[in-house]
């Protein structure tokens, strides 16, 4: 369905940054209704291979096929017909706060042209589909995160497209919400048999959907397979380092201290959380207590003064609805 | 003091006022918002990428902002006299008005269609979005409420500009306080005259504040 053969992309030099190799021959073959996973740290060149799919960026040198359809060679008539077959959703949803949930889902319908009929009875659907029914009227901004996300997973599925690309889609979520997101993602994935192409730097979302998986580094695909065989061989040390950030899961410490705070003093908590990580505590999100609506709790593990620190800070800060004590 | 008050004069003065200021932000906001697109999207990576233009219509909408009011006035007469036939009265004013506003107002603009998230902007291409859409049915309307409170601020300043117009052949509220008020030593015109323009101005910025809050649905 999609394939990528000797890929490069540079971005030029302009005047504030020399210019950047991006990607550096890229060869991938996904195949159709295949859930194909990407994985790499950030700035490896991830986000930029999947734009070349749907055309948002075009590569350097190399081809990009869609379904057989070499996509640097449309016109831009093509290329927009095109895009509204290659659905996409995003880490941070981008859908448009001035808009309901309802005429969000709506929006490429109305750039495909469709009827008002059409239109209707497509999003009453898709909207029943990923359980927003209710939430039809409200708008982004009155919405969780996981509900954006719904949100952002009906619109691009709007034109029943045959390819449907994940920009970290979970990244910006808490575990249990991740995990009912890559849920449906699967089940849209079996009904409908639309392939889907994810990327992400978060291992537990490859091995909870992925079949096939590649590892990138730096521009470059350095490993490729079915994730389960990646995850019992891993060959390359940046595989080992992905495979051990997920058997490493949160482990409770006897002498920690535990956190719990609402989602919205998270912000503010996570600042102070991520000053303790540098200074050598080990911060773990409890993933059992995340729940959608409010607290998520933490777990941290490390030197008796810097815990005082946090526990300080958080005084400090007089953040509401935080409950501290120790384990 | 009250009772040498020329009411008629004054109702008449306010009348036109709120002619020159309609008149005036009806247009500043027909000819700001184009510039302020054109001004964002021919922007080095943006939608319609034309540094060349998007300096051109920078250097025009400097040009504006930068001459003082009051000279854009003088400037104007030949044009305001070829466009509306005569360079005296409130319609002539409009002119000057319009032309120094506008920019203003365009500048404003830009920066609301700055602030809208890239990211939907992207979200909106990858549906297949033409661009003249993504500006219609994204730009916009994920600005509008910014639009509304700029175009609140350029309709103030509007009314203070048009105060400093009348006094050079205008008409209206700024034309009667100077001439019936401090050129007569009137007192009470002058004063109401000037209190008049501070109503209006409180009332425009409580409705266009309450109509960008309405609009607000982050």
């Known amino acids: ?327 | 003091m009250f009772n040498e008050v020329d009411w008629n004069a004054v109702w008449q003065a306010t009348g036109e006022t709120i002619y020159m200021v309609g008149i005036s932000t009806f247009f500043t906001a027909l000819f700001g918002i184009p510039l302020g697109i054109l001004l964002v999207v021919t922007d080095r990576g943006q939608i319609w990428e034309n540094t060349w233009l998007q300096k051109v219509a920078a250097v025009i909408v400097n040009f504006f902002r930068a001459v003082p009011f009051i000279v854009l006035v003088l400037f104007l007469f030949p044009v305001a006299e070829f466009l509306v036939g005569t360079s005296l009265g409130p319609t002539a004013a409009t002119i000057p008005l319009i032309a120094g506003a506008a920019p203003f107002y365009a500048r404003i603009v830009e920066t609301a269609l700055r602030e809208v998230d890239k990211g939907v902007v992207e979200a909106a291409l990858a549906m297949g979005t033409t661009r003249f859409r993504v500006v219609t049915k994204v730009l916009l309307p994920e600005a509008t409420p910014a639009l509304v409170s700029g175009l609140t601020v350029t309709c103030v300043t509007l009314i203070s500009f048009s105060a400093m117009a009348g006094v050079v052949g205008g008409g209206g509220l700024g034309d009667a306080a100077y001439r019936f008020g401090f050129q007569s030593f009137n007192d009470g015109m002058l004063y109401v005259c000037g209190l008049l323009l501070v109503v209006m101005v409180q009332l425009i910025q409580w409705i266009g504040d309450t109509l960008s809050r309405r609009l607000d649905k982050r």
């Open chain 1, 1 to 327: 369905m999609i394939e990528l053969k000797g890929i490069g992309k540079v971005f030029p030099a302009r005047r504030s940054s020399e210019a950047v190799r991006a990607l550096e021959n890229v060869n991938l073959k996904i195949g159709a209704g295949e859930i194909f996973g990407v994985i790499g740290r950030s700035g490896a060149g991830k986000s930029t291979l999947l734009r070349l799919v749907n055309g948002l960026e075009s590569p350097t040198e190399g081809s990009v096929q869609v379904d057989g359809r070499e996509i640097s060679r449309l016109s831009e008539a093509e290329l927009r017909a095109e895009r509204q077959k290659i659905g996409m959703i995003f880490q941070h949803f981008n859908l448009l706060w001035s808009r309901t949930v309802w005429q969000n889902v709506a929006f490429p319908l109305e750039v495909a042209g469709k009827s008002k009929a059409d239109i209707r009875k497509k999003v009453d659907y898709l909207l029943e589909r990923v359980g927003l029914s209710e939430r039809a009227d409200a708008y982004p901004a009155q919405l969780s995160g996981g509900q954006k996300q719904r949100v952002g997973i009906a619109r691009a599925l709007a034109n029943d497209p045959k390819v449907l690309l994940c920009d970290e889609a979970t990244s910006a979520l808490d575990p249990e919400t991740t995990s009912s997101i890559l849920q449906l993602l699967k089940e849209i994935n079996e009904e409908m048999g639309i392939t889907l192409l994810l990327i992400t730097h978060e291992m537990d979302v490859v091995q909870e959907i992925c079949h096939r998986m590649a590892v990138m580094e730096e521009g470059q695909v350095i490993e490729t397979g079915e994730v389960e065989q990646l995850f019992h061989h891993p060959t390359h040390p940046l595989t080992r380092q992905f495979v051990h950030q997920v058997e490493r899961a949160p482990a409770e410490s006897p002498s920690g201290v535990r956190i719990t705070c609402s989602s919205q003093s998270f912000p503010q908590v996570w600042g102070i959380l991520q000053t303790a990580k540098n200074n050598g505590v080990t911060v773990n999100m409890l993933g059992g207590e995340v729940s959608e609506e409010d607290q998520i709790t933490f777990v941290l593990d490390g030197a008796q003064e810097e815990m005082d620190r946090v526990l300080h800070s958080l005084e400090e800060y007089r953040l509401q609805g935080e409950v501290k004590s120790r384990v």
